[in-house]
């Protein structure tokens, strides 16, 4: 039999971890006897929802078993029972099991989970047409990516990403990661490797910040430079525990459904296509707005300061830019008209920016001055006379192509500047290497 098993929403902010409830159940199947058909999948939905805790992400696993699916089941929720924080009011577990080839329909919800909000109740009709089974606790919300990341085989462009897991007495202390470790690892694999730290700031990405597991990701193009990239960090507390996932991120598959701006609905993750319409202005905070129309509609667009090149872009805007925006559509508050939030702009054309000023005497060559109102305009010093101002063509400081927000600013899913060119076609077959383990990863693949 083959069983896909997709969990999801175990994280909290007091530090429950998806991923890190996976690797305790990646350890506890592993007993019984079941063959891994992929790595595991750690699938990224739309970040733009309102309730994601961290990243929104949700995991499968795919195995061939000839267990019954009692024991699997068992194994499963008593492992998420014991491991997910329950008491916190934002975690809503959801575990679904999914006997058998993934059917057309599962595989379209998860496409629209990657861009929309979809309801838990839909997911569960959907699992029930066609003979899944889900089990949520506290409402369930995790029940969408759950069977989303079922749905999701990775078959197109996808990436790796190594996760290393802390020992628990070090939980919500300093992760002891060296930096210029790190620094070197990222000369040495990039852009094999990426989103490690933002040059810009220096700031690294391997480790994140908060109370989970997680000591430290590194992300990149196969499983083979992440132990090598895993090996060169030097890390001053014990590894408990390491997962190898492939995932989406990295992949921008959030932003490929495009939307008319008159069709645009909160929280959805769009791509749009239109003209600059108003000038950008710069906002208390460094932020910058302007706002784009297709003819449908406008809309106000928004490239926070955190977004670092992306913001910088954005003030470079001018009326009549031709561009594609692509974000989150923030709901209208008090205040606040609904928004895109930027991740990225795609210039495809500039518009031309005329300026006008005072003529140049085509006698003697001097700036001319007014002569008087209504009068037209004269040289001072040969009498030459002009009626109106001229139009002078200012050069742009921007130019057509991608601009993408610093590293800094990236979601999990947002595809970095160096990995365009790397994108994968056509999914990966059975794990070659081996994908969790206790203690610190090997240097190498076996
Ligand atoms: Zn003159």
Known sequence: MILHMGFDDMDSLSGGCTSYICALILERISELRVRFLDYPNLIRLNPNVPWKTKGNGAICLRIETDEGLGDLEEAVVDIVERSADLGDPRTSPGIVFFPGD???EIEEFSERALFDLVSPSSAVRLLRSHGGEA????GGRGIVGGLAAIGNRLLGDHTFELIAYRARENYGKRRRVDPGSVERMDRLTSPMTFNNLDRGSGRILITPRGPDPVLAGIRG????????AFSMLRIGEPVERWVLFRTNQGTDAHLRARFEIGRLRPFRSVCVEGSVSSPPRVIAGGHV??????????????????TGDLNKAARLLAVGDLIRAYGGVRR?????????NLEKI???RLARVLELRNPKCPSCGRGMESAGRGQGYRCRRCGTAAKEKVAIEIPR???PGLYLASPRGHRHLTKPLSRYGLEKAGGCGPPIAPFFGLGPPPARAP
Not at 332 to 340: C, E, L, V, W, Y
């Open 346 to 348: 795609e210039v495809l």
């Open 102 to 104: 993934v059917p057309r």
């Open 397 to 399: 400081a921007i130019s």
């Open 221 to 228: 193009e196969s499983p083979q430079v992440l132990f090598e």
């Open 135 to 138: 089990i949520g606790f506290k």
């Open 289 to 306: 707005i302007f706002k784009l129309s297709d003819g449908t509609g406008e809309i106000d667009c928004a490239a926070y300061e955190p």
């Open 332 to 340: 209208a508050s008090k205040g606040h008209p609904r928004t895109i």
